[in-house]
């Protein structure tokens, strides 16, 4: 697993997630704020690839949108799986 951060402003915090998440290869993405991790949000356990943006459509895509709505800035750190090929 490799791990990166990117910094995102508020207002395009759920577009980004959005994004992540629809690349299909993120494990986890956690929501900094001053180096505080403020949200964290598992996807590993989701084993269909369009989950992910179901249950990003529920309370926690709300909680992105609040969170965002409240920082100029923040910090998306990624965990990203490596080297899973579908079918091996």
Same mark, same amino acid.
């Given at each position: 697993m490799t791990i990166e951060t990117i910094n995102v402003?508020? /207002? &395009?915090?759920?577009?980004?997630?959005n994004e992540l998440i629809r690349e /299909? &290869?993120?494990a986890r993405i956690s929501l900094l704020h001053d180096r505080n991790r403020v949200l964290?949000?598992?996807?590993?356990?989701i084993g269909d690839p369009a989950s992910p943006a179901a249950v990003l459509a529920t309370p926690v895509l709300a909680a992105?949108?609040?969170?965002?709505?409240?920082?100029?800035d923040?910090?998306?750190?990624i965990e990203r799986t490596e080297g899973i090929v579908a079918g091996e």
């Open positions: 402003s508020g /207002g &395009n915090l759920v577009k980004t997630v /299909g &290869n993120i964290e949000i598992p996807l590993t356990s992105i949108s609040a969170f965002g709505a409240l920082v100029p923040c910090t998306i750190e």
